[in-house]
């Protein structure tokens, strides 16, 4: 089955500190990729996307995606985290070309402390 | 621009009633999703409208929950004969033509609890 796997639930980094929020798929052929930030009482906000070409994808705030084949993972990172990027993080698939909806992993909840 | 909107932000029902919860797209946005955020479930598909085609509403849980979209803009999902399950955070997005490499814009969401 289709499946989208975030091993963290719960990330605690220091502020100016790097981070890595790790993404697993699971999916015959290599589906769209996302990676999705949930501020606390807002709505999910794109950060980056994969669909093709170049496997290192840079996104907004300074995030950055590296999509690997062979490990089918889609981590996201970042290299200096500001208290600001305190959050839930969403890593989602579309499985298919002509498929619209998303799959979404579990989420990883950021904490930053100062 | 404005962005995706929902209404209401919360709301409390009790059990057995039924609910609507409206989402308003971007304007123009052609590509209209429903998710589901729950505890248990995490964020879950639930119902896309792509301009007149018939909607994919796989993601559907039952038979209770409906959804519909008028003029081709405003969303209603209906929730009828509520259940304590059906307590979650309902999302909106939208996106301009549809297709897996648009961006999808997530309003805030509604938070249902369900007593």
């Known amino acids: 089955a289709q499946s989208v796997t975030q091993p963290d639930i719960h990330i605690t980094v220091s502020e100016g500190a790097s981070l890595e929020l790790r993404c697993n798929y699971s999916?015959?052929?290599?589906?769209?990729l996302f990676w999705y930030v949930q501020s606390p009482g807002q709505g999910l906000q794109l950060l980056l996307k994969?669909?093709?070409?170049?496997?290192l994808v840079q996104g907004i705030k300074g995030f950055e995606a590296e999509f690997k084949r062979s490990q089918s993972s889609f981590n996201l990172r970042k290299p200096s985290v500001h208290w600001s990027d305190a959050a839930e993080y969403f890593c989602?698939?579309?499985?298919?070309?002509?498929?619209?909806?998303?799959?979404f992993g579990t989420g990883t909840r950021l904490q930053v402390f100062p | 621009g404005a962005g995706v909107s929902q209404s209401p932000s919360n709301k409390v029902t009790e059990k057995g009633k039924d609910v609507e919860l409206r989402c308003d797209p971007i304007?123009?946005?052609?590509?209209l999703y429903w998710y589901r955020q729950s505890l248990g479930q995490g964020l879950e598909f639930l119902i896309y409208?792509?301009?007149?085609?018939?909607?994919?509403k796989s993601g559907l849980p039952s038979d209770r929950f409906s959804a519909e979209r008028t003029g081709g803009s405003v969303s209603t999902l209906t929730i009828q004969r509520t259940q304590q399950e059906d307590s979650a955070v309902y999302l909106c997005?939208?996106?301009?033509?549809?297709?897996?490499?648009?961006?999808?814009?997530f309003g805030p969401g509604t938070r249902l609890l369900v007593l």
């Open positions: 997005a939208s996106s301009f033509t549809g297709g897996s490499q648009e961006t999808q814009y």
């Open positions: 999916y015959g052929a290599t589906p769209y």
């Open positions: 994969y669909f093709s070409g170049d496997t």
């Open positions: 989602a698939v579309a499985p298919k070309r002509n498929t619209d909806k998303l799959i």
């Open positions: 304007s123009g946005h052609t590509a």
């Open positions: 409208f792509q301009g007149n085609s018939a909607p994919d």
